[in-house]
């Protein structure tokens, strides 16, 4: 039988490589490849690597590797989605509004949360509209333009 290592090597590959929504299909994936393992293994693996499951749009959804918690990499990660999936930006007082295509607003504020930012108290998703509450009105003002920053 395969080390784990070697096992958890290859669920990550299947992820970034594949279209996998369902622990099931991991353990598919893995069977075809001639490593037999428990369901309860799977989700142990899936916990280990922290893999989310992440909107691809549709109402489907895909398991992916977590950003890496760095916080240039987590920048970059959020930049990279806002060129893709963010659509509009607003504010309100201390509350930005971060409108997505369908089905992306929780894998983008997934990663906002990830910034870990002092000036962000918390995010609230919807299917393709984002909620971002800051601190003061003063701080969303400059989350704002951070944000803007990021759609050019």
Avoid: C, W
């Avoid at 749009?57 to 916080?71: D, E, F, I, K």
């Avoid at 504010?91 to 504020?109: F, M």
């Amino acid at each position: 039988m395969p080390s784990k290592e070697y096992r958890q090597r290859l669920i990550e590959e299947l992820v970034e490589s594949e279209f996998i929504s369902t622990q099931a299909e991991i353990a598919e994936n893995l069977a075809s490849r001639g490593i037999k393992v428990t369901q309860a293994t799977i989700s142990r693996d899936v916990n280990e690597l922290r893999l989310v499951r992440l909107p691809a749009g549709n109402g489907q959804h895909r398991y992916r590797s977590t950003p890496l918690a760095a916080q240039e990499d987590v920048m970059g990660e959020l930049a990279q989605r806002f060129k893709l999936f963010v659509r509009d930006l607003d504010r309100g007082e201390n509350t930005l509004v971060i409108t997505t295509d369908e089905g992306h607003a929780s894998g983008i504020a997934y990663v906002i949360d990830k910034l870990d930012r002092d000036e962000i108290v918390g995010t609230l998703a919807g299917q393709n509209t984002i909620f971002v509450i800051a601190r003061s009105s003063e701080k969303a003002a400059d989350l704002l333009e951070e944000f803007e920053d990021l759609l050019e």
